[in-house]
Structures are given as C-alpha cells and as structure tokens.
C-alpha cells in the first residue's frame, strides 16, 4: 500500500513555472511506476505524465511535451512535475497516481492509488 500526497499547486501567470511534488509513504516508493493526470471543472481526468519504476521510460500528453518534465527521487520518496512555459489551458486539479511496476501507462485505470490532489491555476 502507497500513500500520496501532492504540492505545489498554485496560482501562476501565462509563461510561468512551477513545480509539483507527490510524496509517497512506504518503503517500496521505487517499485511503483508513477504518473500525472488532471482534471479541469467538468471534464475527465487526463493523462499528464508517467515515468517507469525505475525512471528509465517516461511518456508525456502531446499538449504538455517539451514544457513539462516528469521526474522522480526514490531516495525521497518523491515525484517531481516540472512545469514550464504554462498556459491558461493548463488550469485544473493535478494528482499523482502510482502503480506496481508496470510500463509508464496512459491510462487512469492503470493506477490503483491516487493523491487529493493539489489546484494550478494559470491566469492570462
């Protein structure tokens, strides 16, 4: 069992960055393969970003490569979303998800745990 908890949300102008954190409970943080989706006020939950267990395969939406950058720090316990150059498109809750190995999936259906999630909001 994993538990999450993400931060780093906040409010940010067009073009700016920032960076969010889920951080895992447990000691089996590095065989869980993890991912980013997000949900915008009455739409579905969307694939962000996945990185493999072992950091060695990452995957990202086409609206989000070349801006954002999934990582991770087993030592920490922790996965990074590195978000830059953002947009007004960009504004909805963010949550974490974590699945036992596994390839860096696309679908929410993969990750059986998930965070609370932490709110971004890009103004114009």
């Known amino acids: 069992q994993v538990q999450l908890v993400e931060s780093g949300g906040g409010l940010v102008q067009a073009g700016g960055s920032l960076r969010l954190s889920c951080a895992a409970s447990g000691r089996t943080f590095s065989s869980y393969t993890m991912g980013w989706f997000r949900q915008a006020p009455g739409k579905e939950r969307d694939f962000v970003a996945a990185i493999s267990w072992s950091g060695g395969a990452t995957e990202y939406a086409d609206s989000v490569k070349g801006r954002f950058t999934i990582s991770r720090d087993n030592a920490k316990n922790t996965v990074y979303l590195q978000m830059n150059s953002l947009k007004p498109d960009d504004t909805a809750v963010y949550y974490c998800?974590?699945?036992?190995?596994?390839?860096?999936?696309?679908?929410?259906?993969?990750?059986?745990?998930w965070g609370q999630g932490t709110q971004v909001t890009v103004s114009s």
């Open positions: 998800g974590a699945r036992l190995y596994g390839l860096a999936a696309r679908a929410k259906n993969e990750y059986r745990h």
